[in-house]
Each structure stands twice: as structure tokens, then as C-alpha cells.
């Protein structure tokens, strides 16, 4: 069965770094999804990405963050300088009719 | 995924018992409703889908109401077996937009056996 797959499972960083969360979805997707999750807490929507651009995103999705689809396979989520508040896990989904949407297994990202 | 949370309201029971997870929604425009199930690790799975247009749906094992006068969903697991323990989400699309979710707070499901 297919599956959206993460790398890298867990990330650490330092404050200030820029890092670069990575995404292979469903093949035959066309939707595509950030969400995250601070420890103990509901999963939180960032940003969702259709032809290329961003179609929607929260107000947690401010100019430190970026999404890219560099390649027909890939999906990127960055962060470019990372603050402690963004130590969550970050998951992709993905989504065929913007209906039913599969989730990735989650980056596990760690600001020190 | 982690969603162990230490203020995670927590639903204990015994296996073979039915179990009834319960959800309030916030947005009386929402159109679409989802629970998906989290285990340890990884990140939510679906498990069952709804649209505002109906009151129940069935699955396998799995029935989700929808109760739109008081904004509430559920979800019923039969013969709950140890394999459901996990924590649960509901999730509503509001109407519109490109399918953002928006999740609840979570349930933890606990099977004794």
C-alpha cells in the first residue's frame, strides 16, 4: 500500500539554524500538508500546497517558514533560523481529492 | 508521533467491551469530519470519515455519529481489542478552502485485557 514517507525521523538543531524537513508523498497526490505537533498537544495545521503554490496557511506560518516541491516527488518544509517554540513534530500529508488526506510518520524536530 | 500528553483525557476499558469516544466541533459550518487513531510513533491514520449531509456511518468495527444540533461526533469501536489502544483524534474541514483539518484535542483509548 503506499505511503507518505518522512525524513529524517528525528532532527536536532540549534537555535538560529535553518533546517529543511523532507517529504515523499503519494505518488498520484496533487494536495499536499504540513501539521504539527507540540508534545501534548492536538495537531495544528501550517500549510497546505496545490500546483506549486500555497493554497492555504495558518498564522503559525509566518516568514521563518517556506515549502517547496523542488521535484515531482519531494516536499519540503523550512525553517530558516529555528526558535525553541518550534520543537514539535512536523507531519506531511497528502491528499488525491482534498478529501481523505494520509499522513506521514513525523519528524521529530528538537531545538536546543 | 508523540501525542502522550499529561492532560489527555483518558477512556479505560475492557477488551471485547465497546468503546464510545466522544468529540465537540467548533464550527457549525464545517462540512466533513474525520477520526483517525495515533499510535505511538506514528502519525494519524484514518479510520473513518463523515460529511455533514449525514447522522451515522459504519465501517468495519466502527461507527461515527454526527449530531449537528449540539456540534458532537463520535466514534464507536466494537469489540474493542488491544491492537485499538492509541490515542484518538476528531478533525473537521470547515467548508471551503484546500481540506485544511482542524483536530481536537485527542482521546486516549486504554485496552486492558
Known sequence: ?112 | GESVGLHLPTLSVQEGDNSIINCAYSNSASDYFIWYKQESGKGPQFIIDIRSNMDKRQGQRVTVLLNKTVKHLSLQIAATQPGDSAVYFCAENPSGGYNKLIFGAGTRLAVHP
Open chain 1, 1 to 112: 500500500e503506499p505511503e507518505v514517507t518522512q525524513t529524517p525521523s528525528h532532527q536536532v538543531t540549534q537555535m538560529g539554524q535553518e533546517v529543511i524537513l523532507r517529504c515523499v508523498p503519494i505518488s498520484n497526490h496533487l494536495y499536499f500538508y504540513w501539521y504539527r505537533q507540540i508534545l501534548g498537544q492536538k495537531v495544528e495545521f501550517l500549510v497546505s500546497f496545490y500546483n506549486n503554490e500555497i493554497s492555504e496557511k495558518s498564522e503559525i506560518f509566518d516568514d521563518q517558514f517556506s515549502v517547496e516541491r523542488p521535484d515531482g516527488s519531494n516536499f519540503t518544509l523550512k525553517i530558516r533560523s529555528t526558535k525553541l517554540e518550534d520543537s514539535a513534530m512536523y507531519f506531511c500529508a497528502s491528499s488525491t481529492d482534498r478529501v481523505e488526506q494520509y499522513f506521514g510518520p513525523g519528524t521529530r524536530l528538537t531545538v536546543t
